[in-house]
Protein backbone atom coordinates (compact mmCIF):
# COMPACT_ATOMS: atom_id res chain seq x y z
CA UNK A 1 0.00 0.00 0.00
CA UNK A 2 1.09 3.36 -0.64
CA UNK A 3 2.21 5.64 2.59
CA UNK A 4 1.52 8.61 1.56
CA UNK A 5 -2.62 10.39 1.79
CA UNK A 6 -3.52 12.98 -0.96
CA UNK A 7 -6.61 15.08 -1.45
CA UNK A 8 -8.19 12.93 -4.75
CA UNK A 9 -8.77 16.19 -6.28
CA UNK A 10 -8.05 20.25 -6.61
CA UNK A 11 -8.60 22.92 -8.50
CA UNK A 12 -6.33 25.98 -9.56
CA UNK A 13 -6.84 29.47 -11.59
CA UNK A 14 -4.23 29.66 -14.52
CA UNK A 15 -1.14 32.24 -13.21
CA UNK A 16 -1.71 31.03 -9.75
CA UNK A 17 0.42 29.52 -7.69
CA UNK A 18 -1.39 25.51 -7.11
CA UNK A 19 0.08 23.31 -4.01
CA UNK A 20 -0.02 20.64 -3.47
CA UNK A 21 -0.29 18.20 0.30
CA UNK A 22 0.70 15.49 1.00
CA UNK A 23 0.79 13.36 4.02
CA UNK A 24 3.35 10.65 4.75
CA UNK A 25 3.48 10.45 8.60
CA UNK A 26 4.77 7.28 8.87
CA UNK A 27 8.47 8.11 6.30
CA UNK A 28 11.59 6.74 7.80
CA UNK A 29 14.92 9.14 8.15
CA UNK A 30 16.41 7.24 5.03
CA UNK A 31 13.16 7.43 2.63
CA UNK A 32 12.75 10.17 0.29
CA UNK A 33 9.72 12.32 -1.03
CA UNK A 34 9.25 11.59 -4.86
CA UNK A 35 6.85 13.74 -6.87
CA UNK A 36 5.51 12.80 -10.41
CA UNK A 37 2.35 13.84 -12.45
CA UNK A 38 0.91 12.14 -15.69
CA UNK A 39 -0.87 13.71 -17.74
CA UNK A 40 -4.05 12.34 -19.77
CA UNK A 41 -2.14 8.53 -21.20
CA UNK A 42 1.24 9.38 -20.95
CA UNK A 43 3.77 8.00 -19.16
CA UNK A 44 4.29 9.27 -15.33
CA UNK A 45 6.56 12.37 -15.41
CA UNK A 46 9.14 13.37 -12.62
CA UNK A 47 9.21 16.49 -11.14
CA UNK A 48 11.29 16.57 -7.82
CA UNK A 49 11.87 14.99 -4.54
CA UNK A 50 13.91 15.76 -1.20
CA UNK A 51 14.90 14.58 1.75
CA UNK A 52 14.37 16.68 4.59
CA UNK A 53 15.50 20.42 2.74
CA UNK A 54 12.73 22.16 0.72
CA UNK A 55 14.06 21.87 -2.89
CA UNK A 56 13.48 23.76 -5.98
CA UNK A 57 14.32 23.23 -10.07
CA UNK A 58 12.81 24.90 -12.94
CA UNK A 59 9.25 23.24 -12.64
CA UNK A 60 8.33 23.31 -8.89
CA UNK A 61 9.61 23.73 -5.49
CA UNK A 62 9.41 21.11 -2.59
CA UNK A 63 8.45 22.20 0.97
CA UNK A 64 9.18 19.65 3.63
CA UNK A 65 8.09 20.12 7.00
CA UNK A 66 10.62 19.80 9.78
CA UNK A 67 8.91 16.65 11.35
CA UNK A 68 8.76 15.39 7.62
CA UNK A 69 5.76 13.86 8.38
CA UNK A 70 3.76 16.45 5.11
CA UNK A 71 4.56 18.31 2.02
CA UNK A 72 3.41 20.52 -0.48
CA UNK A 73 4.19 20.97 -3.86
CA UNK A 74 4.60 24.31 -5.10
CA UNK A 75 3.86 24.74 -8.74
CA UNK A 76 4.38 28.80 -8.94
CA UNK A 77 3.01 29.82 -11.56
CA UNK A 78 0.07 27.03 -12.93
CA UNK A 79 -0.68 26.93 -16.91
CA UNK A 80 -3.34 24.72 -18.56
CA UNK A 81 -0.46 22.57 -19.23
CA UNK A 82 -0.28 21.22 -16.06
CA UNK A 83 -3.41 19.97 -15.72
CA UNK A 84 -2.64 16.12 -14.47
CA UNK A 85 -2.72 13.76 -12.01
CA UNK A 86 -0.12 14.26 -9.26
CA UNK A 87 1.52 11.22 -7.29
CA UNK A 88 3.55 11.84 -3.72
CA UNK A 89 5.57 8.94 -3.20
CA UNK A 90 7.90 7.74 -0.31
CA UNK A 91 10.92 5.60 -1.30
CA UNK A 92 14.15 4.72 0.53
CA UNK A 93 17.23 6.02 0.51
CA UNK A 94 19.74 3.38 -1.59
CA UNK A 95 17.01 1.41 -2.82
CA UNK A 96 17.57 1.44 -6.59
CA UNK A 97 15.62 -2.16 -6.37
CA UNK A 98 12.50 -0.91 -4.77
CA UNK A 99 9.08 -0.15 -6.78
CA UNK A 100 7.65 2.55 -6.67
CA UNK A 101 4.60 2.43 -4.86
CA UNK A 102 1.90 4.61 -6.13
CA UNK A 103 -1.07 5.65 -4.61
CA UNK A 104 -4.33 7.22 -6.31
CA UNK A 105 -2.86 10.91 -6.59
CA UNK A 106 -4.01 14.24 -6.85
CA UNK A 107 -6.08 15.60 -9.91
CA UNK A 108 -4.75 18.86 -10.44
CA UNK A 109 -7.68 21.08 -13.11
CA UNK A 110 -6.45 24.31 -13.67
CA UNK A 111 -8.56 26.43 -15.21
CA UNK A 112 -8.55 30.00 -16.94
CA UNK B 1 11.22 13.82 -22.91
CA UNK B 2 12.69 11.21 -20.61
CA UNK B 3 14.83 9.33 -23.36
CA UNK B 4 12.76 6.12 -22.29
CA UNK B 5 11.37 4.58 -25.65
CA UNK B 6 9.03 1.50 -25.51
CA UNK B 7 7.26 0.00 -28.43
CA UNK B 8 4.69 -0.58 -29.86
CA UNK B 9 2.63 2.30 -28.97
CA UNK B 10 -0.56 0.68 -29.26
CA UNK B 11 -1.47 -3.52 -29.14
CA UNK B 12 -4.29 -5.36 -29.99
CA UNK B 13 -4.64 -9.10 -29.18
CA UNK B 14 -7.27 -11.87 -28.42
CA UNK B 15 -7.74 -13.56 -24.88
CA UNK B 16 -4.98 -16.59 -24.44
CA UNK B 17 -2.71 -15.10 -27.05
CA UNK B 18 0.62 -14.15 -26.11
CA UNK B 19 2.65 -10.11 -26.26
CA UNK B 20 5.98 -8.94 -25.89
CA UNK B 21 6.38 -5.50 -25.32
CA UNK B 22 9.88 -3.65 -25.29
CA UNK B 23 11.96 -1.09 -23.74
CA UNK B 24 15.10 1.04 -24.20
CA UNK B 25 16.33 2.83 -21.04
CA UNK B 26 17.79 6.21 -21.23
CA UNK B 27 20.92 6.76 -22.28
CA UNK B 28 23.56 5.76 -19.29
CA UNK B 29 20.81 3.92 -17.19
CA UNK B 30 21.53 0.54 -16.86
CA UNK B 31 18.06 -0.56 -14.39
CA UNK B 32 14.69 -1.27 -16.11
CA UNK B 33 11.05 -1.64 -14.46
CA UNK B 34 8.15 -2.59 -15.57
CA UNK B 35 4.36 -1.55 -14.18
CA UNK B 36 0.96 -1.77 -15.11
CA UNK B 37 -1.07 1.19 -15.39
CA UNK B 38 -5.09 0.13 -15.65
CA UNK B 39 -7.71 2.74 -16.29
CA UNK B 40 -8.37 4.92 -13.54
CA UNK B 41 -5.69 3.41 -11.20
CA UNK B 42 -1.96 4.55 -10.25
CA UNK B 43 0.75 2.13 -11.67
CA UNK B 44 1.60 -1.15 -9.79
CA UNK B 45 5.14 -2.73 -10.12
CA UNK B 46 5.72 -5.58 -12.11
CA UNK B 47 9.17 -6.42 -11.85
CA UNK B 48 12.09 -4.86 -12.29
CA UNK B 49 15.32 -6.06 -14.14
CA UNK B 50 19.40 -5.44 -13.77
CA UNK B 51 22.00 -7.06 -14.71
CA UNK B 52 20.14 -9.11 -16.86
CA UNK B 53 18.34 -10.69 -13.63
CA UNK B 54 15.42 -9.94 -12.12
CA UNK B 55 15.56 -8.40 -8.96
CA UNK B 56 12.85 -7.60 -7.44
CA UNK B 57 8.85 -8.77 -8.70
CA UNK B 58 5.43 -7.31 -7.75
CA UNK B 59 2.23 -9.54 -7.28
CA UNK B 60 1.93 -10.51 -10.37
CA UNK B 61 1.98 -14.23 -11.64
CA UNK B 62 3.89 -16.25 -13.81
CA UNK B 63 2.43 -15.27 -16.89
CA UNK B 64 4.12 -12.14 -16.87
CA UNK B 65 7.95 -12.67 -17.45
CA UNK B 66 10.99 -10.66 -18.24
CA UNK B 67 13.97 -10.49 -19.68
CA UNK B 68 17.27 -8.22 -20.20
CA UNK B 69 19.97 -7.81 -22.78
CA UNK B 70 23.21 -7.05 -22.36
CA UNK B 71 22.51 -3.28 -23.95
CA UNK B 72 20.16 -3.09 -20.94
CA UNK B 73 17.10 -2.74 -23.10
CA UNK B 74 14.01 -4.91 -21.89
CA UNK B 75 11.51 -6.93 -22.84
CA UNK B 76 7.74 -7.66 -21.14
CA UNK B 77 5.82 -11.17 -22.14
CA UNK B 78 2.73 -11.68 -21.02
CA UNK B 79 1.13 -15.39 -21.62
CA UNK B 80 -2.57 -16.79 -22.24
CA UNK B 81 -3.93 -13.19 -22.17
CA UNK B 82 -6.85 -12.19 -19.96
CA UNK B 83 -9.34 -9.52 -20.86
CA UNK B 84 -8.08 -8.02 -17.07
CA UNK B 85 -4.37 -7.51 -18.78
CA UNK B 86 -5.83 -4.76 -21.00
CA UNK B 87 -4.23 -1.73 -19.75
CA UNK B 88 -1.00 0.90 -20.06
CA UNK B 89 2.31 -0.99 -19.72
CA UNK B 90 4.93 1.61 -18.72
CA UNK B 91 8.72 1.07 -18.04
CA UNK B 92 11.01 3.31 -16.42
CA UNK B 93 14.97 3.03 -16.40
CA UNK B 94 17.23 4.64 -13.39
CA UNK B 95 20.88 3.97 -12.46
CA UNK B 96 21.86 1.83 -10.18
CA UNK B 97 24.07 3.75 -8.27
CA UNK B 98 23.27 6.98 -8.78
CA UNK B 99 23.11 9.60 -5.73
CA UNK B 100 18.81 8.90 -5.57
CA UNK B 101 17.97 6.59 -8.47
CA UNK B 102 15.59 8.39 -9.93
CA UNK B 103 13.31 6.03 -12.11
CA UNK B 104 12.30 7.76 -15.40
CA UNK B 105 9.40 6.49 -17.60
CA UNK B 106 8.56 5.87 -20.95
CA UNK B 107 5.15 6.73 -22.61
CA UNK B 108 3.73 3.26 -22.66
CA UNK B 109 2.45 0.75 -24.69
CA UNK B 110 -1.15 0.43 -24.51
CA UNK B 111 -2.67 -3.10 -24.86
CA UNK B 112 -6.19 -3.96 -25.43
CA UNK B 113 -7.22 -7.80 -25.08
CA UNK B 114 -10.42 -8.82 -26.62
Known amino acids: DAKTTQPPSMDCAEGRAANLPCNHS???????VYWYRQIHSQGPQYIIH???NNETNEMASLIITEDRKSSTLILPHATLRDTAVYYCIVRGLGQAGTALIFGKGTTLSVSS | DAGVTQSPTHLIKTRGQQVTLRCSPKSGHDTVSWYQQALGQGPQFIFQ???????QRGNFPDRFSGHQFPNYSSELNVNALLLGDSALYLC?????????????FGPGTRLLVL
Open chain 1, 50 to 52: GLK
Open chain 2, 49 to 55: YYEEEER
Open chain 2, 92 to 104: ASSLEYSSQETQY
Open chain 1, 26 to 32: TISGNEY
